[in-house]
């Protein structure tokens, strides 16, 4: 890639998050075809059929209760003993009959010619596995901030997240940062959105001296 350099009296940076990957055979192969990490962006593909979610935390079971309005069933694998959903969360999805669990399981692989067919699961305690017939793979088990390059430069939380205010002020003078990046409980469109208003006036603000 082709390096440039240019000079500026103010930075915003709004380089957001990417999901974390699990890194399993066929993963890679149906991302975009049945693989997905984004339950509003993709749950009306899957009218009516089976789907395995893959990570049991709050994202995971927020978007697999906004599914159920789509799918047939949700089959929910975790790698822990139990769901690290927030309480309220996991009551209303244990008592939705869409709703199968297999805790202290690990998926190996996701299978299929040209559409998913299958994934394949192992107990962690057993090591049994068992194959989980399904048309599609919603994977919540974490983002990655996209902040490799900052490191050293603007001070960061222990996630990778940029720490700023509400004024998306930074460590570093003249450095703002908006959306996902930055460091804050709701990550959506709107939030980001917002980060983006506040930012480009503080930049403002700051380059023509008012900060």
Known sequence: MD?????????????????????????????????SYCATCDGAFFQDKDIVMIGGGSSGIQEG?????????????????H????????????????????????????????QIESVTIKDRKTDEEKTIPCAGVFIYVGWDPKTEFLKGEVDLNKWGYVVADEDTKTSVPGVFA?????????????????D??????????????FE
Not at 104 to 111: C, D, E, G, L, V
Not at 178 to 194: F, H, N, P, Y
């Open 3 to 35: 390096e440039e350099e240019y000079k500026c009296k103010a930075v915003i940076v709004a380089s957001g998050t990417e999901p974390k990957k699990l890194n399993i055979p066929g993963e890679e192969k149906f991302k975009g075809r049945g693989v």
């Open 65 to 81: 209760l906004f599914l159920t309005r789509f799918v047939k069933s949700i089959t929910v694998v975790e790698f822990m003993p």
């Open 83 to 114: 769901l690290n959903a927030e309480k309220i969360l996991e009551e209303r999805a244990r008592k939705d009959s869409k709703f199968e669990f297999f805790l202290n399981h690990m998926a190996t692989s996701i299978n299929g010619e040209n």
């Open 178 to 194: 908006a959306g996902d990046v930055r460091e804050k409980e709701l990550r959506q469109i709107t939030t980001a959105v917002s």
């Open 196 to 209: 983006g208003t506040v930012a480009a006036f503080m930049a403002e603000r700051y380059v023509e001296g």
